[in-house]
């Protein structure tokens, strides 16, 4: 099993350039998460699902979309980038939310200059 | 609001010391989630608790839930234990949109030395 797995590692975006963050997992989890780690402080949730086509904001969505068409895949969308998204992405996974533990994926560290 | 914070928010130790993280939170929690970060890498889940303790080689994880707080201590500490060690909570109540997300502290920076 690979896991949580997110493309790129890394990408510099110029501002007001658009992207996609991958991730994919092959654990056939329900949940999938998308993060953001800024430094000195905590992860914040940008978007969640619950399974497939159902998907809701987090604490942090403004400047992001997502879309989940499979189990596997919950890839997330920045749209006319901005240096407040510069930052660190996690994707993770979990079989449910409240009983069990989130696999994270490697992260993508984005700047937007 | 939950809260969770962590102590201290740095700790340098000698190998071979036994190591304390302290968490504590706000709310009432169904679980608590001590993840470990190395520099510049990806975030692993070392725990998840409701109850008790829990051991895993040299990490031991312990919560009390009447004092809502948790530790994590590391026995005969190695320099590859030095990393991010972040606490995180998943709250007891939640539904409805948007319920669906962990708390989380903003980590102790460990840094072992030989």
């Known amino acids: 099993n690979a896991g949580v797995t997110q493309t790129p590692k890394f990408r510099i975006l110029k501002i007001g350039q658009s992207m996609t963050l991958q991730c994919t997992q092959d654990?056939?989890?329900?949940?999938m998460y998308w993060y953001r780690q800024d430094p000195g402080m905590g992860l914040k949730l940008i978007y969640y699902?619950?399974?497939?086509?159902?998907?809701d904001k987090g604490e942090v969505p403004n400047g992001y979309n997502v879309s989940r068409s499979t189990t596997e895949d919950f890839p997330l969308r920045l749209e006319l980038a901005a240096p407040s998204q510069t930052s660190v992405y996690f994707c993770?996974?979990?079989?449910?939310?409240?009983?069990?533990?989130?696999?994270f994926g490697p992260g993508t560290r984005l700047t937007v200059l | 609001k939950n809260e969770v914070e962590q102590s201290p928010q740095n700790l340098t130790a000698q190998e071979g010391e036994f190591i304390t993280i302290n968490c504590s939170y706000s709310?009432?929690?169904?679980?608590l989630h001590w993840l470990q970060q190395h520099p510049g890498g990806g975030i692993v889940s070392l725990f998840m608790?409701?109850?008790g303790k829990k051991k895993h080689g040299r990490l031991i994880a312990t919560i009390n839930i009447q004092e809502k707080h948790s530790s994590l201590h590391i026995t005969a500490s190695h320099p590859r234990d030095s990393a991010v060690y972040i606490c995180?909570?998943?709250?007891?109540?939640?539904?409805?949109?948007?319920?669906?997300?962990?708390?989380f502290g903003k980590g102790t920076k460990l840094s072992v030395i030989p």
């Open positions: 993770a996974s979990s079989y449910s939310f409240q009983y069990n533990e989130q696999f």
């Open positions: 654990m056939n989890h329900n949940y």
């Open positions: 699902s619950v399974g497939a086509g159902i998907t």
């Open positions: 709310v009432g929690i169904s679980a």
């Open positions: 608790l409701s109850s």
């Open positions: 995180a909570v998943t709250p007891r109540a939640y539904s409805g949109a948007g319920s669906y997300q962990l708390t």
